[in-house]
C-alpha cells in the first residue's frame, strides 16, 4: 500500500478551494466539482466503473465474481465547511479507494466493492446535512429543500441545475436495500480521545444525530441614541439570553453527552447606531442520547418562551431537522475489531458526537465507522491534520474490514 500515493492525492484534493484562511469546498461550487472530477479519474485508472446519481453522488464499482451478490461500499465526502480543514471527508474517499486498489490487486472477490462520495455532507452552504446520503437512503425532505437558498441567494435547485442536477428527480437515487450487503466508513475522529488515548482505531458504536433550530427574535428598530433603555424591545439582548440559555442547558445535558451550539446569527439592520429590530439565530442540539435531546430541546424552548415574554420581543422557532441517534451494526463493529486484531492495530469503542453519512446508509445496509486520531482533537478548522502513519493505520483496517465482509 503506497502511503506516498495516499499523502499526494489528499494534498491535490485540498488545493480545489485552498485560500488563505483554510480550504472553502463548498456543496455544488465549482471547486467541489473539480475535485471530484479529480477523483473520478482516479477511479477510472483504478478500473473501477463509475456513474454519478441525479443528486450528485458518484459511485464507482468494482465487479466480484457474483455479479448478483450485494455491494460491499465505503467513501465518504469531498466537500468542506467554509475556510475548514484538509482531512474531513478526503480521507474516507482516498482511504476508500486505497483500499479497493489493494483488494483489487489480490484477486476477485465475492461481492462487488463500491466507493461513495456522497455529495453535499456538511450543512454549511444549505442547512441541511448529510444531504447525499439521505437522499441515497429516502429520507431525503424533498418539501423543505425545494425552499432552502444558500447565503448569496442561489436555490439549491439552481445549484443542481447548474451541475446538470435535477431535484425533482432525485428519487431514481434511492438504493434498494437489496444493492448493498455493509458500508463502511473511514474518517478522522474529529475529537481529541483517540490521540489523548493513544489509541490507533475507534470503532464507532453510535452517531450522534443533530437537531437544528433556527429562532428569529422580533424587536423594535430605534435610534440608539433617542430611545431610553426602558423603552427598548431589542432583538440582540433577548438573543444574547437565549444563546446564554441553550449554553446552560447543554451543561446540565453534558453528562449524558448532549452538546448545545448557537453557531450563526445575522442582526438586523446590523448597524451601530440602531437598536436591533430583528435577530436569526442557529441551534445545533445533538447527542447519542434520544430521551437527553427531548429534554435539552423542551427546556431550551421554556427558556426562551420566558425571555420573550420578559423582554417583550415575539418569539419564532422553526426545527429544520430532528435526526435520531443511530446505533452501528454489531457484525460491522466485529469485523473491525477482528481486523485491527489480525493487524496488531490498538482500538477502542466510542461514539461519535458528529454525524456523518454512515448513519443515513444504516437505514439501508448493515453500517460501520473507522476512526483515526487527528491533531488535538481539531477539525472544520485550517488546522486540522492527521499523520500519515495513523492514516495508513486507518487503511489497513478498513482494507481488512472490506476483505471480510466481500470475500
Keep these: 500500500m503506497n502511503k506516498e500515493w495516499v499523502a499526494a492525492t489528499i494534498e491535490r484534493i485540498s488545493t480545489w478551494g485552498k485560500g488563505k484562511r483554510g480550504t472553502s469546498r463548498l456543496a455544488f461550487s465549482a471547486e467541489d466539482w473539480q475535485a471530484k472530477e479529480y477523483v473520478i479519474d482516479l477511479m477510472k485508472e483504478a478500473g473501477l466503473a463509475v456513474r454519478i446519481d441525479s443528486f450528485g453522488n458518484i459511485i464507482g464499482r468494482l465487479e466480484g465474481s457474483n455479479a448478483t451478490a450485494p455491494a460491499v461500499a465505503t467513501g465518504s465526502h469531498l466537500d468542506t465547511v467554509p475556510e475548514g480543514g484538509d482531512f474531513d471527508g478526503i480521507v474516507g474517499v482516498v482511504g476508500g479507494l486505497a483500499a479497493i486498489k489493494e483488494l483489487k490487486s489480490k484477486g476477485e472477490l465475492t461481492h462487488p466493492l463500491e466507493l461513495i462520495i456522497f455529495a453535499a455532507?456538511?450543512?454549511?452552504?444549505?442547512?441541511?446535512?448529510?444531504?447525499?446520503?439521505?437522499?441515497?437512503?429516502?429520507?431525503?425532505?424533498?418539501?423543505?429543500?425545494?425552499?432552502?437558498?444558500?447565503?448569496?441567494?442561489?436555490?439549491?435547485?439552481?445549484?443542481?441545475?447548474?451541475?446538470?442536477?435535477?431535484?425533482?428527480?432525485?428519487?431514481?437515487?434511492?438504493?434498494?436495500?437489496?444493492?448493498?450487503?455493509?458500508?463502511?466508513?473511514?474518517?478522522?475522529?474529529?475529537?481529541?480521545?483517540?490521540?489523548?488515548?493513544?489509541?490507533?482505531?475507534?470503532?464507532?458504536?453510535?452517531?450522534?444525530?443533530?437537531?437544528?433550530?433556527?429562532?428569529?427574535?422580533?424587536?423594535?428598530?430605534?435610534?440608539?441614541?433617542?430611545?431610553?433603555?426602558?423603552?427598548?424591545?431589542?432583538?440582540?439582548?433577548?438573543?444574547?439570553?437565549?444563546?446564554?440559555?441553550?449554553?446552560?442547558?447543554?451543561?446540565e445535558q453534558s453528562h449524558l453527552g448532549t452538546v448545545g451550539t448557537v453557531g450563526a446569527m445575522k442582526v438586523h439592520p446590523g448597524v451601530m447606531n440602531v437598536v436591533p429590530g430583528l435577530v436569526?439565530?442557529?441551534?445545533?442540539?445533538?447527542?447519542?442520547?434520544?430521551?437527553?435531546?427531548?429534554?435539552?430541546?423542551?427546556?431550551?424552548?421554556?427558556?426562551?418562551?420566558?425571555?420573550?415574554?420578559?423582554?417583550?420581543?415575539?418569539v419564532?422557532?422553526?426545527?429544520?431537522?430532528?435526526?435520531?441517534?443511530?446505533?452501528?451494526?454489531?457484525?460491522?463493529?466485529?469485523?473491525?475489531?477482528?481486523?485491527?486484531?489480525?493487524?496488531?492495530?490498538?482500538?477502542k469503542r466510542m461514539p461519535s458526537g458528529a454525524g456523518h453519512d454512515a448513519m443515513n446508509m444504516a437505514h439501508i445496509t448493515s453500517a460501520g465507522m473507522i476512526f483515526i486520531p487527528c491533531r488535538s482533537g481539531i477539525s472544520h478548522n485550517p488546522e486540522e491534520h492527521a499523520q500519515g502513519e495513523d492514516i495508513m493505520a486507518g487503511i489497513k483496517v478498513l482494507t481488512e474490514t472490506l476483505y471480510q465482509l466481500a470475500k
Excluded at 448569496?152 to 437515487?173: M, V, W
Design 121 to 251: 455532507e456538511e450543512s454549511s452552504r444549505f442547512g441541511y446535512a448529510t444531504m447525499g446520503s439521505k437522499v441515497m437512503a429516502g429520507t431525503a425532505n424533498l418539501f423543505a429543500w425545494n425552499k432552502v437558498k444558500d447565503q448569496d441567494g442561489i436555490a439549491l435547485s439552481e445549484a443542481l441545475a447548474a451541475q446538470g442536477f435535477n431535484l425533482e428527480g432525485i428519487n431514481s437515487a434511492i438504493r434498494d436495500k437489496s444493492e448493498l450487503k455493509a458500508f463502511v466508513e473511514l474518517h478522522i475522529e474529529q475529537g481529541p480521545v483517540l490521540e489523548a488515548s493513544e489509541t490507533a482505531i475507534g470503532i464507532v458504536s453510535a452517531i450522534a444525530a443533530p437537531t437544528r433550530l433556527k429562532i428569529t427574535v422580533e424587536g423594535m428598530a430605534a435610534h440608539s441614541g433617542a430611545t431610553p433603555m426602558d423603552q427598548r424591545q431589542d432583538a440582540l439582548v433577548s438573543a444574547a439570553m437565549i444563546v446564554l440559555a441553550v449554553q446552560e442547558i447543554a451543561l
Design 280 to 314: 436569526e439565530m442557529w441551534v445545533d442540539i445533538r447527542g447519542i442520547n434520544h430521551e437527553s435531546i427531548i429534554e435539552a430541546l423542551q427546556d431550551i424552548k421554556d427558556a426562551i418562551s420566558t425571555i420573550a415574554e420578559g423582554q417583550d420581543t415575539p
Design 316 to 347: 419564532a422557532i422553526e426545527v429544520l431537522s430532528s435526526d435520531k441517534p443511530v446505533l452501528m451494526d454489531d457484525t460491522v463493529k466485529d469485523s473491525i475489531e477482528e481486523a485491527c486484531r489480525r493487524s496488531g492495530i490498538s482500538y
